[in-house]
């Protein structure tokens, strides 16, 4: 692996050429974007942050954390990304206990996902998707990275995790006219993989019981209508889409946020079950054990009455489904890096005197990257773990063959 190393003077110089020449040192108004905000980290106090809150352990059992705290002075780290689309901002924020009495995993609260906006009700801010492995939620895995990988003419946000079944990938796409949040989970087999599920938790338009309200929650698929305390199970090729709303808090009453929605590929032989309660909403998703890519889109729909919410979905699910089917959400870098030509710079390095001897320690660096990242003669789609890598060293890439392009300048001089 290439670990990324401080840029010359040269290197900073040429990076900055990059960004201007890419559109990256200046957001065109008209383009989609999205943020990230550095890691917020606090300690837990000592009489709970969360008493009687709901707590997910790794064997996916759930317990009530105790009013004097689980997590004593622990340490809680918390990272939060916005993407602006339209009249509309969503948020995605990763959050865990992350403290070293963890030993060599971290400790989701109420999860790790969580969806802050557009509205505080809706997709919850403290978990909304969760990815299970046979069996076992990964949010216990430490996050491997959050980085924005493009913007502009699409917005992304990957959350990698190297967990020991798999690397997963939590890929969140916003793109211009869509008022939706695109998410795609990918999975590369560590392991024999023999069950693939996602929970997804919401609190539609409103926090009844937090607020001590009653309230009337209903589910609406392509299919049924899931009315509250009554749970149900059904193909996923029948509901692949879903509107989450409460009759009583409808913004036509002028109750409530407004209800929010989800859309997902079906796969064949793949079942959802829902699990409308009082207060939560959830929605268990259990997948082919082979499967390696899920994609859904996901909307908070907020200021818009149930029936407008309702209609809405309707009339752009199929569109949202083709382009959910159809879609390359491969980042530009990715697509765009030539194995080929970054070879040809190492190459081109090492047969010029200034370049290998000015540039030593990063052409070692190069090679052992490139080996790593694709070995010769591979030629196909670069997985979670090589696109996390390139991603992470595209900048020092970018800066390596400007370096060498110098070099041969000045030598010519």
Same mark, same amino acid.
């Given at each position: 692996?290439?670990?990324? %190393?401080?840029? !010359? ?15 990256? @040192? ?35 059992? /759930? ?33 865990? $206990? ?6 060599? #995993? ?13 509205? !505080?009700?809706? =997709? ?7 990815? %299970? ?21 699409? @917005?992304?946000?990957?959350?990698? =995790? ?6 997963? %990938?939590?890929? *969140? ?6 008022? $939706?949040? *695109? ?10 993989? +023999?069950?693939?599920?996602? /929970? ?32 149900? %199970? ?14 009583? *808090?409808?913004?036509? #009453? ?5 209800? $929010?929605?989800?859309?997902?590929? &079906?796969?064949?032989?793949? /079942?959802?079950?829902?699990? &409308? ?8 998703? !259990? ?14 729909? #907020? ?26 959400? +491969? ?5 765009? *890096? ?14 010029? /005197? ?19 990242? @694709? ?17 992470? !060293? ?7 063959? =400007? ?11």
């Amino acid at each position: 692996m290439w670990v990324p %190393r401080v840029p !010359s003077p040269i290197a900073a110089a040429a990076l900055l050429v990059v960004a201007t020449a890419s559109g990256l @040192a200046q957001e065109d108004p008209a383009s989609v974007a999205v943020g990230l905000e550095a890691p917020k980290e606090r300690r837990l106090s000592a009489d709970g942050d969360h008493p009687n809150h709901l707590f997910r352990e790794q064997t996916a059992k /759930e317990r009530r954390l105790s009013a004097d705290g689980d997590h004593p002075n622990h340490l809680f780290r918390e990272q939060t990304a916005t993407f602006g689309l339209g009249d509309l901002t969503y948020r995605i924020a990763y959050k865990a $206990c992350v403290d070293p009495a963890h030993g060599d #995993k971290v400790a989701p609260l109420e999860g790790y996902l969580g969806m802050p906006g557009p509205s !505080s009700a809706n =997709w919850y801010h403290g978990g909304f998707l969760f990815i %299970r492995l046979n069996g076992r939620d990964i949010g216990t895995t430490p996050l491997s990275s959050m980085t924005v990988v493009e913007r502009g003419e699409r @917005a992304i946000l990957d959350l990698v =995790w190297r967990d020991e079944a798999a690397n997963v %990938r939590a890929r *969140f796409v916003g793109l211009p006219g869509h008022d $939706c949040l *695109f998410c795609e989970v990918a999975i590369e087999p560590l392991e024999d993989i +023999t069950a693939v599920g996602l /929970e997804l938790r919401c609190y539609p338009s409103f926090f009844t019981s937090w607020h001590k309200r009653d309230g009337a929650r209903r589910i609406q698929t392509p299919a049924q209508l899931v009315e509250q305390g009554s749970p149900a %199970r059904a193909p996923l090729a029948d509901n692949w889409w879903a509107v989450y709303y409460d009759d009583i *808090f409808d913004v036509a #009453k002028g109750e409530g946020a407004g209800p $929010c929605s989800m859309l997902i590929v &079906p796969e064949d032989g793949a /079942e959802i079950s829902f699990a &409308p309660g009082s207060y939560a909403v959830t929605t268990g998703i !259990s997948l082919p054990a082979d499967t390696t890519r899920v994609r859904l889109a996901f909307w908070d729909h #907020k200021g818009a009455t149930n029936a407008e919410a309702l209609e809405h979905v309707r009339e752009s699910a199929d569109e949202v489904r083709g382009l959910l089917e159809d879609a390359d959400f +491969t980042p530009a870098a990715v697509t765009g *890096f030539d194995v080929a030509a970054a070879r040809a710079d190492v190459e081109r390095a090492l047969a010029a /005197e200034a370049a290998r001897e000015a540039l030593a320690d990063q052409i070692e660096d190069m090679e052992a990257w490139l080996d790593s990242y @694709a070995p010769a003669g591979d030629e196909g789609q670069p997985g979670v773990a090589a696109q996390e890598e390139l991603l992470r !060293s595209i900048d020092m890439y970018n800066g390596f063959r =400007w370096e060498v392009k110098l070099i041969e300048l000045l030598t010519e001089l």
